[in-house]
């Protein structure tokens, strides 16, 4: 797929919809169904919005709130939803900042708690998180 197109499926078959289609999509939040007229054809399909990749910012979170209270690396992985390779890399930025610690299991250090309460606080002023 390319950055210039959409998702869409219509009459069940899946398709990258090019640019300037794209405004139909980017008013979608969420799944919906958009009706387009090309002359005398009627086209009905369901644009699904892309989701924008994470960036190294939100998948130190991920990883940093996911060993709060301690975990094993694959379990990380997991969570984190990222391959053994780049995992690697991630963990040994997180240590040598000292925003994590491994012994047996890896553990958030206060530094790593106070990165994570940065970080809800600008999702919440951005209006992506919930102000618990």
């Known amino acids: 797929m390319h950055a210039d197109a959409v998702i869409v499926s219509g009459n069940s078959n899946w398709a990258a919809v090019p640019i300037y289609f794209a405004p139909l999509a980017m008013r979608a939040n969420s799944q919906q169904d958009t009706t387009l007229r090309l002359g005398h054809t009627k086209l009905v399909f369901t644009v699904y919005p892309l989701r924008k990749s994470r960036g190294m910012i939100e998948i130190m979170a991920n990883i940093l709130e996911t060993c709060l209270e301690g975990t094993k690396r694959t379990r ?57």
Do not use: H, P
């Open 76 to 132: 990380i992985m997991y969570r984190a939803n990222l391959t053994s390779r780049s995992i690697k890399s991630y963990l040994k930025v997180l240590i040598e900042q000292e925003m994590l610690e491994k012994s047996d299991l890896y553990r958030t250090t206060v530094k790593g708690r106070i990165y994570l309460e940065y970080f809800k606080g600008i999702l919440i002023l951005l209006g992506k998180g919930d102000a618990q």
